[in-house]
Antibody, heavy 120, light 107 residues
Framework: QVQLQESGPGLVKPSQTLSLTCTVS??????????WSWIRQPAGKGLEWIGR???????NYNPSLKSRVTISVDTSKNQFSLKLSSVTAADTAVYYC????????????WGQGTLVTVSS | VIWMTQSPSLLSASTGDRVTISCRMS??????LAWYQQKPGKAPELLIY???TLQSGVPSRFSGSGSGTDFTLTISCLQSEDFATYYC?????????FGQGTKLEIK
């Protein structure tokens, strides 16, 4: 059974870069035709898709965040990562990593989520 | 960008009721639609994908229908554990977008 776990700082200062890592267990991140995504959810609000990476390294980003987002994969560590630059209070949210259930875009596996607060 | 209108935003119902949640797209997405259930403090869980295919392990009281622009999630006989927030999500085009959510509460 695939499991995902987010990790990273829970507090980031405004204008700095938010960095999170998702560690995958129960399977190799480079096996199969899956997409690995980041999704966020501000407190009391809905879900926002940030972007995704394929094991080949190809990426797709939400245009609303594209200029600030980088998603990368480290197959040797079975991890993928999110970097979001120039953060503001509006980036405060629970951040989830997720895997597609197949080669499409429905998310069959999710991490538990990690709260990132942007504050000085 | 594909805009999604999910309704209602709040739904009050009783155990044993049959309820439906609607999701309408600003343009056709074939059947590239998923439904999720989210409970407080937890990650969303996939219920249905490809508009009408039940994810493994999900009770058969959940069903999905629709294609193109109009989709529906139906819960046929509400159980106590079904009171939660539900989201639709399209994965036809980028960016993948979610509906605004429907909070299903006990009447």
């Amino acid at each position: 059974q695939v499991q995902l776990q987010e990790s990273g700082p829970g507090l980031v200062k405004p204008s700095q870069t938010l960095s999170l890592t998702c560690t995958v267990s129960g399977g190799s991140i480079s096996s199969g035709s899956y997409y690995w995504s980041w999704i966020r959810q501000p407190a009391g609000k809905g879900l926002e898709w940030i972007g995704r990476i394929y094991t080949s390294g190809s990426t797709n980003y939400n245009p609303s965040l594209k200029s600030r987002v980088t998603i990368s994969v480290d197959t040797s560590k079975n991890q993928f990562s999110l970097k979001l630059s120039s953060v503001t209070a509006a980036d405060t949210a629970v951040y989830y990593c997720a895997r597609s259930r197949d080669g499409l875009g429905a998310f069959g596996y999710w991490g538990q989520g990690t709260l990132v607060t942007v504050s000085s | 960008v594909i805009w999604m209108t999910q309704s209602p935003s709040l739904l009050s119902a009783s155990t044993g009721d049959r309820v439906t949640i609607s999701c309408r797209m600003s343009q056709g997405i074939s059947s590239y639609l998923a439904w999720y259930q989210q409970k407080p403090g937890k990650a969303p869980e996939l219920l249905i994908y490809a508009a009408s295919t039940l994810q493994s392990g999900v009770p058969s009281r959940f069903s999905g229908s629709g294609s193109g622009t109009d989709f529906t999630l139906t819960i046929s006989c509400l159980q106590s554990e079904d009171f939660a927030t539900y989201y639709c999500q399209q994965y036809y085009s980028f960016p993948h977008t979610f509906g605004q959510g429907t909070k299903l509460e006990i009447k």
